[in-house]
């Protein structure tokens, strides 16, 4: 029974405030680079910019909207920093966490210039007085904020890149977002250089400004007090998770998962961190975040004990469709032993050699046995599952097809959507090529099988295959443009097993297999059973054998060379 979705997602609001938070930062960044940009023109133009761009910020109210961010960001930063139980994470998330902790002592300086000094003082400072002061007067200062720059703005794409990658429109706005994320902060550097440049040109100011009316501490005091802001809570948070490990020795729990394996945790770990700290393999594609359902888990045991779902973990395994007893291992923190099943097995290592290339770039005519297969309605069924999921399905079936291809002795041309290419006798006959490739179309079957039964409790019917095996000639040779240059094969033996294919599917079996291909196996061909199919393109039709189950194709294929 699927969990009710409830009608406002209180708890998603600190997730919420992390969005919009750095939302509000990251777009005061864009803004304060493109005013540095401009320098490329001219500093005039740096400054004629400034009302538009800088001067909303610099208002009480952005002044108090991009203050109120920095330091909600930052809270909810301590606050996760606190709430991890191991520090063990992917590389992209460890980057986002040490730039983002890095950033505020880094930037302190500038804002203490920029911001405080001017408004203890009434003395606003141009760009001009900026750049003279970080190119020629302070150098060091200088450098240190081009390395703040970078440092913020590399945070930032962290952050927004695991905040995007789930959605749908994200795959079609990669480039353009990754040619942005390169183009802001270079034209900010040449532009902080170019206007930098051009005030080393201009002479000094010939009549000095008169001396400031301090009307509080002095600019040395008032750093490190700022510094004390941001430095004082992490310290804080670093003790308190010292103290917490320190209390919880002897606090643990123990989390159990199939094949006898166990885990003993801090009370208040993650299922997810416990999978961590015990090297227990654990799909997590969103980072442990509760953003995708990959990491759902069927508690065996110890459901009683469990704390209730937060809102979050509901909304999201309402839009999976999970059932009763299944729980996001990111977001359960158990206080008791539990013993739990992943439903998404982690995929396996492969243990296979890639084959070389048998065919150098000139192209060649060479008689292939083909393999062509698809998963049978799986856009469709697809449009109900979170993006992460459909990833890590696609993935997992992409895995089967390609140790099934290797194993067999073939190559593994491409992935098309859900759909693959697989050629055989790149460097061996056509009879052992039709051999192999019925070997392959049988482990295509038995690992899908396999695959449905790992998944049943979560896919809501099996996934299904349809194939298409010919033999034929093609000519073979690196195709393609620029970096898209490969090997692959086009002729008719290519569009002979497409179309079966698609056969397959109208016929409701698992393959088409042409009787050319048993033939060169060396396989009899049943009596009755062979039907003849038109081809789009050809003339005569193609004399082909409708397979209910694909798997039984290795029985008669005999063993394939290695």
Known sequence: MPVALPAWPDA???RGLRIWSGTVLGLYLVTHLANVALGLASVAAMDAAAP?????????PGTALLGGALLIHFGLALRALYRRRTLRMGAREAWQVVLGLALPFLIVPHVA?????????????TFAEQMRTLWLLSPASGGR????????WGHGCFGFWFALRGRPWFPRWTWALYAGALLVPVLALLGFAEAAREIATLPAPAVP???????????DTVRLWLYLVFAAPLAAVLAARGLRYWLGRHRRIRVSYPEGRSVSVPRGSSVLEASRMGQVPHVSL????????????????GAAMLPPASVQERHTLARSGAGTGIRLACQLRPTHDL???????AARPRGGVVPTRQVGAASHERELAVLFCDLRGFTRRAEDWLPFDTVFLLNRYFEVVGEAVESAGGYLDKFIGDGALALFGLGSGAEVACRQALAAAAGVSRGLHALNADLAADLGGPLRIAMGIHVGPAVVGDMGYGAAVGLTAVGDGINVASRLEGEA???DVEAVVSTAVLERAGLPIPAGEAHAIAVRGRSAPVEAVMVQDAATLAAGAGPVPA
């Open 209 to 219: 400004l008169p001396p400031p009316v301090r009307r509080a501490p002095s600019p």
């Open 145 to 152: 904020q081009g390395v703040a720059m970078l440092v913020a």
């Open 505 to 507: 599917k109208d016929r």
């Open 286 to 301: 969103c980072g442990g975040r509760g953003r995708c359902s990959t990491c759902r888990v069927r508690v065996t045991d």
């Open 113 to 125: 210039a920029t911001r405080i000094e001017p408004a203890l003082t009434g003395l606003a400072m």
């Open 339 to 345: 013993a739990v099943m992943p439903l998404f097995a």
């Open 52 to 60: 538009v761009l800088a001067a909303p910020w610099r208002s009480p």
């Open 12 to 14: 998603l609001r600190s």
